[in-house]
């Protein structure tokens, strides 16, 4: 049974960080894709970044680029967001999600398992 946990959501002003934590567990992950996810109310599930365990390749959405970091520790089987230079419009759910097959990372509907979410919420 896989299990993602996410952390690290709060409440921080514009221009501070955060960083989030996506603890995995229930099989070896070195051949999956980790992706971070953002759902605002009222809005689609959409991309911010994911990283391929295997190659160490690295994706972003341009909205994040150059503001945010994703990596790992396998020996924790753990993936993080570093989140700089936070603004409002970053404030949504972020969700943590893994899958096996390395390609379309972007679409959120090819991955297989999702965490229960962390709200990240950018005061003006």
């Known amino acids: 049974q896989v299990q993602l946990v996410e952390s690290g959501g709060g409440l921080v002003q514009a221009g501070g960080s955060l960083r989030l934590s996506c603890a995995a567990s229930g099989r070896t992950f070195n051949n999956y894709v980790m992706g971070w996810f953002q759902q605002a109310p009222g809005k689609e599930r959409e991309f911010v970044a994911a990283i391929s365990l295997r190659a160490g390749s690295t994706y972003y959405a341009d909205s994040v680029k150059g503001r945010f970091t994703i990596s790992t520790d396998n020996v924790k089987n753990t993936v993080y967001l570093q989140m700089n230079s936070l603004k409002p419009e970053d404030t949504a759910v972020y969700y943590c999600?893994?899958?096996?097959?390395?390609?379309?990372?972007?679409?959120?509907?090819?991955?297989?398992?999702w965490g229960q979410g962390t709200q990240v919420t950018v005061s003006s």
């Open positions: 999600a893994a899958k096996r097959v390395s390609s379309s990372v972007r679409n959120a509907s090819t991955y297989n398992y």
